[in-house]
Nanobody
Framework: QVQLVESGGGLVQPGGSLRLSCAASGSIFSIYAMGWYRQAPGKQRELVAGITSGGSTNYADSVKGRFTISRDNAKNTVYLRMNSLKPEDTAVYYC?????????????WGQGTQVTVSS
């Protein structure tokens, strides 16, 4: 069993910053890709940023230059630094991880953390 636990969401004013964290724990052999999706009310879940085990990254066009994804492989943790936040960044943010376990390669998701950008 693998658990992903997120932290760092909250309420922030436009132009502000937040850092999200997501730690994976459990019976993990290795972790491949990690990343973040978000879902705003009435909208589909969308990819925000991803990072491979080797450190290659990709971002949604809407967050390029403002958000930075990173990971600490020793801690099985992925981070999302969000700067210059806009009201349209308001959403529930979910981390994901591609994890090799005894049964094979599976996708795991966090419970979600609310980010609200409002004055």
């Amino acid at each position: 069993q693998v658990q992903l636990v997120e932290s760092g969401g909250g309420l922030v004013q436009p132009g502000g910053s937040l850092r999200l964290s997501c730690a994976a724990s459990g019976s993990i052999f290795s972790i491949y890709a990690m990343g973040w999706y978000r879902q705003a009310p009435g909208k589909q879940r969308e990819l925000v940023a991803g990072i491979t085990s080797g450190g290659s990254t990709n971002y949604a066009d809407s967050v390029k230059g403002r958000f930075t994804i990173s990971r600490d492989n020793a801690k099985n943790t992925v981070y999302l630094r969000m700067n210059s936040l806009k009201p349209e960044d308001t959403a529930v943010y979910y981390c994901y991880s591609d994890v090799m376990v005894a049964e094979g390669l599976n996708d795991y998701w966090g419970q979600g953390t609310q980010v609200t950008v409002s004055s």
